[in-house]
């Protein structure tokens, strides 16, 4: 049985407040959402590569490997993409209202990945989040475009979660995320370069100022520091309560979120009544999946 010291427990919801805390820099950051996710992941990619060589890991895998990895960098570049565009067009708060059914989507990924029929549980708590996004739509009205691209980026987050759960059997967490924090950046390359000599004013490629900060607080503490981080804390707790306690991420960054942009942040009380609904479900998926209703 695993024992874990107040340190563990503290550093697990560090990891979790750090993860709730990228869409407040998101908002933050003035350059256009793909830029931010290309200089965001070519400093996570090198940082990625410094460690592996500090810790003498090897990153040779097959030809076949690494265009699985780099195509799955791809997936994650939109869902990030999305996720920087949502707290962009709407609020912060929204933007992780949407994303908090990221659970709902795995539990329906995941039985068509493994051809297994969806258990009542799932469809249950799936409607329950139903419940809860038309809540939101009805009192946020003027947000419903960004509740719908959080939504989706929570979609892809969820896709992305079920493969690498594949590739977990066969490579390690570092080797993963180093080549898929690559494909991410080679996905998004193009793009960016694109609108640059496009040269409208209306996209700011170029991170400028403070932006510079953010940036490198997303790559290295975001991504280098809490990935490391993460695979510590995953040896020392169970599958169980470390699923379990991430699911936090969207009620620390409402949080953070309100106390950084203060009445910008404030929403309607259906908001909050719809958003509590959908937290309810994921924060109780665990549970019942480890009880005998997960059967039926």
Known sequence: MKTNSIKDYFQLHLVVLIAGFTAILGALISAH????????????SGGLFIY???KNVSI???TKATWQLLATGGIIALHWFTFFYAAKISTVAICLAGFSTGSLWTSLLEPIWDKRKIRVIEVGLGLMVIVGLYLIFLFEVNHILGLFVGVFSAFLSALFSVINSRFAKHHSPQIITFYEMLGATI??????VYL???????????PQGLDWLWILILALVCTVYAFAEGVELIRKFSAFTFNLTLNLEPVYGIILAYLIFGE????????YAGTFIILASVLVYPLLKKSKFSKN
Request: charged share 15%.
């Open 52 to 54: 592996l060589y500090l």
């Open 187 to 192: 996905f998004t390359f193009l793009p960016v």
């Open 33 to 44: 959402s793909l830029s931010v996710v290309f200089f965001r992941t070519l400093l996570a």
């Open 264 to 271: 910008k942040e404030q929403m309607t009380t259906g908001f």
């Open 196 to 206: 640059f000599f496009e040269g409208s004013v209306d996209f700011k490629i170029i």
């Open 60 to 62: 040779k895998v097959s």
